[in-house]
Each structure stands twice: as C-alpha cells, then as structure tokens.
C-alpha cells in the first residue's frame, strides 16, 4: 500500500498569503496525485487531478506540482472561502489511498 | 441537478449489520464506476470499496474484506454497501462518490450517512 505523509498537519496563515502544502509518496506515483478541499460538515471536492490539472470550476489561485514521490499544492493568495482541510490522493495502484492531511486556519 | 444522496446510517452494535444506499440523479449513473469511501470522527479519509459501471469488477480495502459488500443497480441509479460484523473502528461517515470520466478519482460526493457502532 502506497502511504501518503502530508505536511505540516496545520498551517496557519492570514489570507491573502500565500500556502505551501506537500504530501510525500512512500514510493514513486509518477504524477497520478490529486488534492481534495474539505470544509467542516461538507463533503470533499476535488481541486487538482494528475498533480497539476485544475478540476472544473477550481479557482487559478490554486496550483498543483510535482512528480514521482513530492507533490505541493500552492495556493497564491488565500481567500477567506479557502480555510479547509486539504487532502492528497493516489491513483497509482490499488488500493487507493489518502494522506492525512493539512488543516489550513486563519492566523 | 447532479447529486448523489447517501442512506441508510444509524447506530448499530457491534457484529451487526446494515446496508447503506447511495441514490444518483442528474447524470448518466450506468456510464460511472462508483465507489464508497469513508471518514472517522475527526480523521480522514479512506477508501472503502470500488465497483465498475457494470458491476464486473469490484475492490475491497483490506480492512472490510470480507465484510462489506458493494452492489448497483443501474436501473435504479443506485449503489449499495452491506457491512455485517461491524466493529466499532466502522463508525464513520461513509460518502459514495463517482469516479471521474478521466481516472480514478472522485469527482462527485455524496453528503454522507453516519455509521455508529457501538452497545
């Protein structure tokens, strides 16, 4: 099973400046990683697929990048909706798996 | 409107049973693969359990092998989860959600059904 360490677990941040999040692959994935946002009491959405592809309706603030184990979601400028949990997903091999986890909070 | 709405959560105790239903509407539901994932109470997510538009292939995590099974029925736009010998690390929110057209991803999420066990 390919795990997925996410860091740091929390961010705190102002909006308006800019996040830095990263999930690290237990082994190489290629690009096949995706983010989800989560809010409290809401469903996941899907924000990025293939590392660095936006998902429909995804805002430009927010980037994907990375290839083999690294990845970084980068989001630029960060709005008041934008305060979340963020996931990473492989879909390299079965079993599909998550990370743990970045919870971006208002500073 | 595109949605998928999740039933069928409760309290269950411990080596019980219960069967979740998601129901699809507003999209083609027989042209998606489907999949079931969960959350614990404050923790994140896991995939639960994966079944082809056809319902020819089907995966399981290890932790619900054997367990848990997934089903669809196309004609009712709807797919199902049936969990027997439920143990309390089972209470969580279970999301059904469709995989994306492009790869296995989860495009579109249900809003999720409670599953307690507990006596």
């Known amino acids: 099973e390919i795990v997925l360490t996410q860091s740091p677990a929390t961010l705190s941040l102002s909006p308006g400046e800019r996040a830095t999040l990263s999930c690290r692959a237990s082994q190489t994935i290629s690009s096949f990683l995706a983010w989800y946002q989560q809010k409290p009491g809401q469903a996941p959405r899907l924000l990025i697929y293939?590392?660095?592809n936006r998902a429909s309706g995804i805002p430009a603030r927010f980037s994907g990048s990375g290839s083999g184990t690294d990845f970084t979601l980068s989001i630029s400028s960060l709005a008041p909706e934008d305060f979340a949990v963020y996931y990473c997903?492989?879909?390299?091999?079965?079993?599909?798996?998550f990370g743990g986890g970045t919870k971006v909070e208002i500073k | 409107e595109v949605q998928l709405v999740e039933s069928g959560g409760g309290l269950v105790e411990p080596g019980g049973s219960l069967r979740l239903s998601c129901a699809a509407s507003g999209f083609t539901f027989s042209s998606y693969d489907m999949n079931w994932v969960r959350q614990a109470p404050g923790k994140g997510l896991e995939w639960v359990s994966y079944?082809?538009?056809?319902?020819?292939?089907?995966y399981y995590a290890d932790s619900v092998k054997g367990r848990f099974t997934i089903s669809r029925d196309n004609a009712k736009n709807s797919v199902y989860l049936q969990m027997s010998s439920l143990r309390a690390e089972d209470t969580a929110v279970y999301y059904c959600?469709?995989?994306?057209?492009?790869?296995?991803?989860?495009?579109?999420w249900g809003q999720g059904t409670l599953v307690t066990v507990s006596s």
């Open positions: 293939d590392a660095s």
């Open positions: 959600a469709r995989r994306s057209a492009i790869a296995a991803l989860f495009d579109l």
């Open positions: 079944i082809t538009n056809g319902g020819g292939t089907i």
């Open positions: 997903q492989q879909r390299s091999n079965w079993p599909l798996t």
